[in-house]
């Protein structure tokens, strides 16, 4: 029943957003009583924090779909970008998104929140770990993957109002021209003081 009601709950989020994700319109959709939700998500809050795990399976799942996609570029860090991107454009990506946006002002959804992004942050830094491989012994990798994540988080949020596919190819082709030197410049460091 708990991974019913998940699945229920992911569903209204992406296609009603955080305000449609009520309590009685989960319940609805995965066709239970009130005490059986009560039973697994005490709170909405608990309800809302829970769906994280579901949204980054997800989020990995589209990754995963980039990465055997017949256009895939023959440049390791461009494909690691693009897969990225890819999953920066899914629904279930937008609503985790739109859940982090909401918990500015909703103390309880936010203290749930952090609990349950801290969970998920192992499989995303896994994820990342295995995108960004080629870089792994980079002193900059750390830094580098982060700011990846953050301009992946900023290019969906930007894409909700306005979308062009050639501004787009631009910001993802200048951003990995961005990353690639520092990639390079902390691998060389770092096999220098290991060949010391």
């Not at 229920?8 to 319109?25: D, N, P, Y």
Request: glycine residues 6%.
């Amino acid at each position: 029943m708990r991974q019913i009601l998940l699945d229920a709950a992911v569903g209204c989020l992406i296609e009603l957003g955080v305000a449609g994700t009520t309590t009685l319109a989960v319940q609805r959709r995965a066709g239970a009583s009130r005490g059986a939700l009560l039973h697994h998500f005490p709170t909405h809050a608990d309800l809302l924090a829970a769906s994280v795990a579901e949204l980054v399976k997800r989020n990995e799942q589209a990754v995963v779909t980039s990465r055997t996609g017949a256009s895939r570029p023959h440049d390791p860090l461009r494909a690691a970008v693009d897969a990225l991107a890819f999953a920066g454009r899914q629904p279930s990506y937008l609503a985790e998104l739109e859940l982090w946006a909401v918990a500015r002002t909703d103390r309880p959804l936010r203290q749930a929140l952090i609990a349950a992004e801290r969970a998920a942050k192992r499989e995303i830094d896994r994820v990342s770990a295995e995108l960004f491989a080629d870089w792994a012994g980079s002193e900059a990798y750390d830094d580098a993957v982060a700011l990846t994540q953050h301009f992946v988080r900023g290019l969906a949020i930007s894409e909700n109002l306005r979308s062009s596919q050639t501004r787009r190819e631009r910001l993802l082709s200048a951003w990995t021209e961005a990353m690639r030197p520092l990639l390079e410049r902390g691998a060389k460091k770092h096999t220098r003081r290991a060949a010391r």
